[in-house]
């Protein structure tokens, strides 16, 4: 059994695996200790480099055929500009590599080694000969565009920048696209993990991860000072991840070059001498050394320690897995524990921010945050509004929220969209955006369930998480040039970022723990119901760690604003009502006589649980009420996926299902009553505020109608028991002129206080003046620490 095979073969290490593990921990922790005792060499920032010219260095190990097909390319790029230069670095080759470039190209530097020193030896040596200040280093595998180097030069007249990579393309293109230069890198399960990002709209200068060792400037005295490629990670791969992490640790940038070409015949080299399981197996052996160099803070590097040996446990169990560390890796790298601590050490010591900031940094919205030129009070604000749910059509409350908010704010302000849809087809109607806002864009949200049961995380948090929507968000934000991020809805918040001088804003159409709390005890079941409490416990520890990262949180309601204080009494300045929740009335024709008597609307999605919820309580104990005073009474369900009526037993023949309507107001204005028998969540309901603007008088319970109505009768009759719910419903069909009153005073309550242009107003000031806020702040902490 291969299961069995792998396990006895493995048993040794897997026994000790946890000891030398344990060893490296206290190692780390041992030379963090002693250099937190050695007093900080800063020294004097490094002068901007010249960018006229650049020294181009290619490491070659035996690839005589490659340099024969691809250094004339070089050549012909440098030809312009006789200060640059060409660096043949030879590793020891011995398919006459040397003696072909000596011949073939005597305009071209040639540095023999008489060992091979790798790839990093290779480079190291290059960079140490060359005469410019800037380093082109190429693969022996790379043909270059003819006017690859002068963008690739630009952006060093700024002395912050470390490295700037090409865009890569296959030589052959009908192989798919693996790398493109655009590199991410982030921290998942206790370990770096890095791509290339495949993204055509990225088309000007723009952070990355780190700069690819064979497609890549670099600024040759930090390349220096860091120490170039780290023998450390011998034979090949993640030493150019180690020096882009190590720059942006040290302060410095990297940035991505769209407008230098280059392409790549992938592996050329290492691909042809190695077997992929070799290469394999460095790279999970470096990838552990990266992290025991590179991860200072204890949070993350506990967390790896746990990973790894977690891992390379499933690795026995289930075989290797793409990006799993095993116990082989595990013993390779403790086998350089020394190398890797010395590397350590001098990593502590060059390292002026810590993992976190390095990690944020190479994001867009970061980079934009940290380094951008802003003017201190921004003119008409650019606002990034960001939705887990298609716009248009606005099916429900919260689409019709967020569509005429966008109406009125693209009036006052730049505003750009990224929203997710379910389905292909929403895009056709959701380009409608792209009719009044700056941009949109979107992305189709893969389906099925999210995984991690047992998971602290809330369900609704781990829908909407997703890697290529936090890389949308950030390339806008960077591309845009946004000034405040506009969240909606908490599953967004984990989107909010920590910024200095952008605005992270989020509406709460509800609030979600609460939301949840109110429908506990009205589950279908007991497993539906445990599984409900859970969420909530969940919910309630989530909501409250987000929101005061927020710079603005709006809620609906005054209602809703002093139930986040009893929890949360410091966020007092951040949490604002009246600014989102409402309607255009003008779009509602009013219409409070010439209904069908005796019928009843209710109105929403059987997609949302508190609407599943108020249909069946209201037909179940509430309608036969109303049929026993009016027989000919009926109700009226308007909503996509409504259930079938003969689950509703006797009370079915009253029921009408119409289903999703394509525009809400023709029901509106055309039935006698409208009911919203709503137990469960919260927020405003936009339900509500459509019957008040359209003339259709509304009997609702308490917190159906919370945020709205606090007085039965004032503008909506109020009830929380199915009697009494009833005996307003049947009052109302009995006196149409006192409905139709009622109708009038709600409609005057709409049209003063909950008017979507007027409260858009409201919006857009308050962004203005948080982004002007922030903005002074920043630069006062920038001053204060110029100064010391």
């Given at each position: 059994m291969p299961f069995l095979r792998r396990f006895l073969r493995s048993l040794p290490l897997l026994v000790l695996s946890p000891l030398l593990l344990a060893f490296a921990a206290l190692t780390f922790a041992a030379i963090d200790l002693l250099r937190r005792m050695v007093p900080a060499r800063h020294g004097a920032a490094l002068p901007a480099c010249s960018n006229a010219a650049a020294s181009v260095v290619i490491p070659n190990w035996n690839g005589r055929d490659l340099l024969e097909k691809y250094l004339p390319s070089v050549i012909a790029a440098l030809a312009g500009n006789p200060a640059s230069e060409i660096i043949v670095v030879d590793n020891g080759s011995s398919d006459g590599s040397a003696e072909f470039v000596r011949g073939a190209f005597p305009g071209v530097r040639l540095l023999e080694l008489p060992v091979n020193l790798g790839f990093g030896g290779g480079s190291n040596e290059g960079f140490r000969a060359a005469r410019n200040d800037i380093v082109v280093l190429l693969n022996s595998d790379m043909r270059v565009a003819p006017d690859f180097l002068a963008p690739l030069l630009e952006p060093f007249h700024d002395p912050g920048v470390f490295a700037v990579s090409c865009q890569i393309f296959f030589s052959d293109p009908a192989k798919v696209r693996e790398e493109s230069g655009l590199t991410q890198g982030w921290w998942q399960d206790g370990s770096i993990r890095v791509r290339h990002r495949i993204d055509p709209a990225v088309d000007e200068l723009f952070p990355c991860f780190y700069g690819g060792g064979g497609s890549c400037a670099f600024d040759r005295r930090k390349f220096l000072e860091l120490g170039g490629f780290d023998p450390l990670l011998r034979p090949f791969y993640l030493e150019d991840t180690d020096?882009?992490?190590?720059?942006?640790?040290?302060?410095?940038?990297?940035?991505?070059?769209?407008?230098?070409?280059?392409?790549?015949?992938?592996?050329?080299?290492?691909?042809?001498?190695?077997?992929?399981?070799?290469?394999?197996?460095?790279?999970?052996?470096?990838?552990?050394?990266?992290?025991?160099?590179?991860?200072?803070?204890?949070?993350?590097?506990?967390?790896?320690?746990?990973?790894?040996?977690?891992?390379?446990?499933?690795?026995?169990?289930?075989?290797?897995?793409?990006?799993?560390p095993n116990l082989a890796a595990v013993w390779k790298a403790f086998l350089q524990l020394p190398e890797a601590a010395r590397s350590r050490w001098r990593a502590l010591g060059l390292a002026r921010i810590g993992d976190t900031e390095a990690l944020r940094r190479p994001l867009g919205g970061y980079y934009r945050d940290r380094f951008a030129p802003m003017e201190p009070s921004p003119g008409p604000v650019r606002v990034l509004f960001v939705s887990p749910y298609p716009i248009c059509p606005p099916v429900h409350g919260g689409g019709v929220f967020m569509y005429q908010t966008l109406r009125e704010l693209a009036k006052l302000a730049e505003v750009h969209v990224v929203e997710l849809l379910d389905l292909a087809e929403q895009e056709k109607d959701?380009?409608?955006?792209?009719?009044?806002?700056?941009?949109?864009?979107?992305?189709?949200?893969?389906?099925?369930?999210?995984?991690?049961?047992?998971?602290?995380?809330?369900?609704?948090?781990?829908?909407?998480?997703?890697?290529?929507?936090?890389?949308?968000?950030?390339?806008?934000?960077?591309?845009r040039k946004i000034d405040v991020l506009q969240l909606e809805y908490l599953p967004m918040a984990q989107y909010r970022g920590v910024y200095g001088r952008l605005v992270s804003a989020l509406f709460e159409h509800d609030i979600y723990f609460q939301s949840i709390g109110r429908g506990l005890g009205h589950m279908s079941g007991i497993?539906?119901?445990?599984?409900?409490?859970?969420?909530?416990?969940?919910?309630?520890?989530?909501?409250?760690?987000?929101?005061?990262?927020?710079?603005?949180?709006?809620?609906?309601?005054?209602?809703?604003?002093?139930?986040?204080?009893?929890?949360?009494?410091?966020?007092?300045?951040?949490?604002?009502?009246?600014?989102?929740?409402?309607?255009?009335?003008?779009?509602?024709?009013?219409?409070?006589?010439?209904?069908?008597?005796?019928?009843?609307?209710?109105?929403?999605?059987?997609?949302?649980?508190?609407?599943?919820?108020?249909?069946?309580?209201?037909?179940?104990?509430?309608?036969?009420?109303?049929?026993?005073?009016?027989?000919?009474?009926?109700?009226?369900?308007?909503?996509?996926?409504?259930?079938?009526?003969?689950?509703?037993?006797?009370?079915?023949?009253?029921?009408?299902?119409?289903?999703?309507?394509?525009?809400?107001?023709?029901?509106?204005?055309?039935?006698?009553?409208?009911?919203?028998?709503?137990?469960?969540?919260?927020?405003?309901?936009?339900?509500?505020?459509?019957?008040?603007?359209?003339?259709?008088?509304?009997?609702?319970?308490?917190?159906?109608?919370?945020?709205?109505?606090?007085?039965?009768?004032?503008?909506?009759?109020?009830?929380?028991?199915?009697?009494?719910?009833?005996?307003?419903?049947?009052?109302?069909?009995?006196?149409?002129?006192?409905?139709?009153?009622?109708?009038?005073?709600?409609?005057?309550?709409?049209?003063?206080?909950?008017?979507?242009?007027?409260?858009?107003?409201?919006l857009a000031a308050s962004y203005q003046a948080l982004a002007g806020e922030k903005r002074k702040r920043a630069a006062a902490v920038t001053a204060a620490s110029g100064n010391a």
């Open positions: 020096l882009g992490y190590l720059a942006w640790k040290r302060g410095w940038k990297v940035l991505y070059q769209p407008r230098s070409i280059v392409y790549h015949e992938h592996r050329g080299t290492i691909g042809k001498r190695f077997a992929e399981d070799q290469i394999q197996a460095v790279l999970k052996k470096n990838f552990l050394l990266f992290c025991w160099k590179n991860v200072h803070e204890w949070g993350r590097l506990t967390s790896h320690f746990f990973f790894t040996w977690a891992g390379a446990v499933l690795s026995v169990i289930f075989g290797d897995g793409q990006g799993r959701n380009q409608e955006l792209r009719d009044f806002c700056a941009s949109a864009e979107w992305i189709i949200r893969p389906s099925g369930m999210p995984k991690g049961l047992g998971s602290l995380t809330p369900r609704a948090i781990r829908e909407f998480a997703n890697t290529d929507v936090e890389w949308l968000i950030h390339r806008q934000i960077y591309l497993i539906d119901e445990v599984k409900a409490r859970f969420e909530y416990l969940r919910a309630l520890r989530y909501e409250l760690e987000a929101l005061p990262d927020c710079d603005q949180v709006q809620v609906c309601t005054p209602e809703n604003r002093n139930y986040l204080l009893s929890f949360l009494p410091d966020i007092a300045p951040k949490l604002r009502d009246g600014m989102r929740a409402g309607i255009d009335t003008s779009r509602y024709d009013f219409r409070p006589c010439g209904r069908e008597p005796l019928t009843m609307l209710f109105v929403g999605s059987f997609r949302h649980d508190p609407n599943r919820i108020a249909v069946d309580w209201f037909v179940r104990r509430v309608l036969p009420l109303v049929l026993e005073g009016q027989p000919a009474a009926r109700l009226v369900i308007a909503g996509s996926d409504p259930p079938p009526p003969h689950i509703y037993g006797g009370s079915s023949a009253a029921l009408e299902m119409l289903g999703y309507v394509d525009d809400v107001r023709e029901p509106l204005g055309r039935y006698a009553l409208f009911v919203c028998p709503i137990l469960s969540g919260s927020g405003v309901r936009v339900k509500l505020l459509e019957a008040f603007a359209a003339g259709i008088p509304v009997v609702s319970t308490f917190i159906g109608a919370e945020g709205l109505a606090r007085k039965d009768g004032e503008v909506c009759a109020l009830a929380d028991d199915p009697a009494g719910f009833a005996e307003r419903v049947l009052a109302l069909f009995e006196d149409p002129e006192a409905a139709a009153a009622m109708a009038r005073r709600a409609r005057s309550e709409v049209e003063a206080n909950w008017d979507m242009a007027v409260i858009t107003r409201r």
